[in-house]
C-alpha cells in the first residue's frame, strides 16, 4: 500500500471514531516508514479537521466528533515518542476555559477537541474559571491564546475583565483573546474589546490555528 492510501486510510479511520484499527494503522505507517509528522497531519489531524467541517455544517453531531477525537487521541499516543524524538512541537498554546460563575463545558470541551485537532496544545482550566486564573494561565504556559466560554448572559461579563486584565499585564500585544458561547455575539465582542468571537468549534480553532502561524 502506497504512502498516500495509507494516510487516505488512517484519516477515515479517525472520522469513523475507530480507535483501535487507528492505533493499529499508526504502527503500520511506522513500519512503512512514513515520517511521524506526516502520519500526525496528513492522517490523524487531516481525519479530524473533516470532521470538524462536517460538524460546522450540521453533517455529523457532538457523538461523531467525540469517537472521533478518541481515535485521535489513540493514534497520537501511538505516536507521541517518535514525534518527541522527530522533534515535532506543537504548534502553538492556547488556554480554554468557562468564565466564572458558568458550569457550563460542552461548548468548551467540543472547542478543546477541535483545537487539539489543530495540533495545538490545549491548557484546560474547566469551568467557573476567574479572569485572573486564565492571565496567570497564560503566563505560565507562554499561552498565544486565550479562549473564554459562557453559556450564562450573567457570566459574559467576567470576559470583559479577562480582556482588561490581559491588556494590563505582561501579554498585552502578545495574547489574543477569543470568546465564544450561545449568548456571545460578534457585537459583545467588538464592545469588550476582545480579538476575537467565532460561532462554532470548528471556526475558533481554525482562527486559534491562524494566531498561531
Known amino acids: 500500500m502506497g504512502i498516500v492510501a495509507v494516510l487516505e486510510e488512517l484519516s477515515l479511520l479517525v472520522q469513523r471514531g475507530r480507535a ?5 494503522k499508526v504502527a503500520l505507517a511506522i ?49 507521541k515518542p517518535l514525534l518527541v524524538d522527530a522533534g515535532v512541537e506543537e504548534k502553538g498554546t492556547v488556554v ?13 470541551n467540543l472547542v ?5 485537532g489543530k495540533g495545538l496544545k490545549v ?10 486564573k486564565y492571565v496567570a494561565a497564560a503566563q505560565e504556559n507562554e499561552a498565544s491564546i ?4 459562557a453559556l450564562l ?13 490581559v491588556k494590563t499585564s505582561s501579554l498585552n500585544g502578545k495574547v489574543k ?18 480579538d476575537r468571537y467565532t460561532p462554532d468549534a470548528a471556526t475558533a480553532a481554525q482562527v486559534a490555528l491562524e494566531y498561531c502561524s
Open 146 to 149: 486565550i479562549c473564554c466560554s
Open 20 to 24: 483501535p484499527a487507528v492505533k493499529d
Open 177 to 194: 483573546v477569543m470568546i465564544g458561547g450561545a449568548p456571545v455575539t460578534q457585537n459583545f465582542c467588538e464592545t469588550i474589546g476582545a
Open 96 to 108: 480554554i476555559g468557562t468564565v466564572k460563575g458558568d458550569l457550563h463545558d460542552i461548548g468548551k
Open 112 to 116: 478543546k477537541l477541535m483545537l487539539e
Open 31 to 79: 513500519e512503512e516508514g512514513i515520517s511521524p509528522k506526516q502520519i500526525l497531519e496528513e492522517g490523524l489531524l487531516e481525519g479530524m479537521n473533516v470532521i470538524g467541517e462536517k460538524f460546522k455544517i450540521n453533517k455529523v453531531f457532538v457523538p461523531e466528533v467525540l469517537l472521533a477525537a478518541r481515535a485521535l487521541d489513540a493514534g497520537i499516543a501511538a505516536l
Open 123 to 132: 491548557i484546560d482550566l474547566g469551568v467557573d474559571v476567574p479572569a485572573e
Open 153 to 165: 448572559t450573567t457570566t459574559m461579563n467576567e470576559m470583559k475583565r479577562v480582556v482588561e486584565l
